[in-house]
């Protein structure tokens, strides 16, 4: 098998959440359990940071292992989804995982993944286990999927436990109160490990409260420390969030024996992007005109960037926008400016909206602009229309921000 023909089979023959939808999930951790056993329980083979939330884990856990690379560390990485390429998933100290481990993996369990019909998900994160345990990293920051309780990544045992925020995305499967999303994202919190919790609010500070007391674990609310000012690369005024968090679960790593000075705190968070290689975080593509893309697809992430946007503008706004049809494109319509113009398209994949479809929801709230066959076509003609002065800002989707870095 070539390394396409493999990533081919993995995408085609397995059940996988960013194109099938709740097709792809299971209900429980049976198959990862079977798996990890299969592959003679790689998890328990280095020590580990787990990082849930509805937004900002990927920013997060791309901060965390920036700050441990500066201090020495040898750092696996495991994040999902990917935006070019499937190996983006599985990294050490910023480099992919090779061709050939992907190749080779898949060959030696596919007998076993059929057998048991995993899924993308499961299939992709005993993956990533085997390799940092083959590879002997001395830590690995682990992002969760989806949720956090039944989430294939829950068999670690973390030496810290990280949930950024909690809003209202994916409730088809996590609920629909804000309380019932942390329960699920507060599966995460493990017996005596302590729990780091991003963001306070009322309707959710009593369930990790509840769950960190139920497992003896120490709970620490990181907007609640008076740290100094800490900059990073990334340039998204959320990010201030994301750093707090980040440095509080640093915090509780160097009460674990890990040495972390306060120079790798400062120039880990100024290079998280050379030393991780993220990509898609308010991302500025060009100057002129000013071009911007960020993955932010729900409503309380695209609140951040709609509230940062006219900051950029010297001219018109242009919006490269698509969305996935599971998207309740209703809830985050107040959010998207009217002095806009807006480049309506449908990401290449499945669960792609399509476009025609999702103009005319956002033209009931007062949104101009047309509707075109590809995001490349509508990225194109936003160049043309842009001015040098315009700024065209492209989102709504990962799936919109992958077909355009």
């Known amino acids: ?93 910023g480099k992919s995982v090779s061709k ?39 830590i690995a920051i682990i992002e969760v999927g989806l949720g956090g309780r039944l989430d294939s990544t829950n068999i670690i045992l973390p030496e810290v436990s990280v949930i950024t925020n909690i809003g209202l995305d994916h409730t088809q499967f996590l609920g629909d109160t804000l309380k019932a999303i942390a329960y699920e994202k507060g599966g995460i919190i493990k017996s005596g490990t302590p729990v780091v919790i991003g963001e306070t609010h009322n309707e959710t500070k009593a369930v990790f409260e509840e769950l960190a007391s139920k497992a003896n674990s ?62 898609g975080r308010w991302q500025v593509l060009s100057e002129h005109p000013k071009v911007i893309c960020d993955t932010a697809h729900n409503r309380e992430g695209l609140t951040c960037i709609m509230e940062q946007l006219p900051s950029e503008l010297n001219g018109a706004l242009h919006i490269v926008f698509g969305v996935v ?9 107040d959010l998207l400016p009217k002095y806009a113009f807006y480049y309506f398209c449908t990401p290449n994949i499945p669960r792609g909206l399509e476009a025609q479809t999702l103009q005319i929801s956002l033209m009931a709230y007062g949104l101009q602009g047309e509707v075109f066959n590809s995001v490349k076509e509508a990225y194109q003609k936003a160049l043309d229309n842009a001015k040098p002065n315009d700024c065209i800002f492209i989102g709504g989707s990962t799936f919109v921000v992958a077909e355009i870095i």
């Open 1 to 93: 098998m070539t390394y396409q023909s493999t990533v081919d089979w993995m995408f085609s023959q397995l059940p996988m959440y960013q194109s099938q939808g709740p097709s792809a999930l299971k209900k429980d951790l049976s198959n990862t359990l079977k798996l990890s056993e299969h592959l003679k329980f790689p998890e328990r083979k280095f020590r580990s940071v787990h990082v849930a939330g509805t937004n900002g884990k990927g920013s997060t856990s791309h901060m965390i292992a920036s700050m441990l690379q500066e201090a020495g560390y040898k750092v696996g990485l495991y994040t999902s989804p990917h935006l070019k390429d499937f190996r983006e998933r599985i990294k050490i100290n």
């Open 325 to 333: 049809n599971d998207k309740n494109v209703d809830r985050i319509a």
């Open 218 to 279: 120490k709970i620490v609310f990181a907007d609640r420390f008076k740290d100094r000012e800490l900059e990073s690369d990334l340039k998204g005024s959320y990010q201030s969030k994301n750093i707090k968090t980040a440095v509080q679960a640093i915090g509780e790593l160097k009460l674990k024996g890990f040495k972390v000075t306060d120079e790798n705190v400062t120039k880990g968070l100024k290079t998280v992007v050379v030393n991780t290689g993220l990509m």
């Open 100 to 138: 050939q481990f992907v190749i080779g993996f898949i060959k030696r369990n596919q007998t076993f993944f059929q057998k048991n019909k995993l899924s993308f998900f499961e299939m992709t994160v005993g993956m990533a286990f085997d390799y940092f345990a083959k590879q002997q990293v001395d």
